[in-house]
């Protein structure tokens, strides 16, 4: 576990932000999936600001194009950022973030609960995973879907479309990342 005095080798000023960046809740200790999200945004800040939506195939695609300097890192003072705002909305794979935070596309992929999920998963930087799934259930069900309930890496909105499957990966445990899976004819296929 790693705490504010564990990151002495760095300034303390600095040491200071990058913690207080990374521990989400402010309980002076970071958990497994406070570090991933913090590993999702910095790779998200050097994307041009566009979330992998979890670390994984995305993150480890990320290359300069040939001939050019790849982005800076971003200062200490830069990571040191608050909470999402309550309206803010996280990129979901095959989902246009527009539409999602606009209230556009069709109302039979776009719904309430793929928007809700996206607020959810915004609002604390959840990791995907079992501990994210618990957190994205707990800000549903103060947030309009008060039945919302977990099984394994679905979630099931009480919305009448049945569980939805959330997280890609789950049963290997590698590369995980958010998706929202509420498209009809794809129970079968693939996935990301």
Same mark, same amino acid.
């Given at each position: 576990?790693? !705490?504010?005095?564990?990151?002495?080798? /760095?300034?303390?000023?600095?040491?200071?932000?990058?913690?207080?960046?990374?521990?989400?809740?402010?309980?002076?200790?970071?958990?497994?999936?406070?570090? !991933?999200?913090? /590993?999702? %945004?910095?790779?998200?800040?050097? &994307?041009?600001?566009?979330?992998?939506? @979890?670390?994984?195939?995305?993150?480890?695609?990320?290359?300069?194009?040939? *001939?050019?300097?790849?982005?800076?890192?971003?200062?200490?003072?830069? /990571?040191?950022?608050?909470?999402?705002?309550?309206?803010?909305?996280?990129?979901?794979?095959?989902?246009?973030?527009?539409?999602?935070?606009?209230?556009?596309?069709?109302?039979?992929?776009?719904?309430?609960?793929?928007?809700?999920? #996206? %607020?959810?998963?915004?609002? *604390? =930087?959840?990791?995907?995973?079992?501990?994210?799934?618990?957190?994205?259930?707990?800000?549903?069900?103060?947030?309009?879907?008060?039945?919302?309930?977990?099984?394994?890496?679905?979630?099931?909105?009480?919305?009448?479309? *049945?569980?939805?499957?959330?997280? &890609?990966?789950?049963? #290997?445990?590698?590369?995980? @990342?958010?998706?929202? =899976? =509420?498209?009809? @004819?794809?129970?079968?296929?693939?996935?990301?």
């Amino acid at each position: 576990m790693t !705490t504010v005095s564990t990151m002495g080798s /760095l300034t303390p000023s600095v040491s200071k932000s990058l913690f207080t960046a990374v521990d989400r809740n402010g309980d002076q200790q970071l958990s497994v999936g406070e570090f !991933t999200a913090f /590993l999702d %945004r910095l790779v998200g800040d050097l &994307t041009g600001g566009h979330s992998t939506g @979890g670390l994984g195939s995305a993150a480890t695609a990320i290359a300069a194009p040939v *001939g050019t300097t790849p982005p800076a890192l971003p200062s200490a003072s830069s /990571l040191a950022q608050p909470a999402a705002a309550e309206d803010a909305y996280a990129n979901i794979p095959g989902f246009d973030y527009t539409k999602l935070s606009t209230g556009g596309g069709s109302a039979g992929k776009y719904t309430p609960a793929v928007r809700a999920f #996206s %607020r959810a998963v915004a609002s *604390g =930087n959840f990791a995907p995973g079992a501990e994210g799934i618990a957190g994205v259930v707990a800000y549903l069900r103060n947030h309009g879907f008060e039945n919302a309930v977990a099984a394994g890496d679905s979630i099931d909105f009480h919305d009448g479309h *049945g569980p939805i499957d959330v997280v &890609t990966n789950f049963r #290997s445990g590698n590369n995980m @990342g958010w998706w929202f =899976n =509420n498209q009809p @004819g794809t129970a079968g296929a693939s996935r990301p």
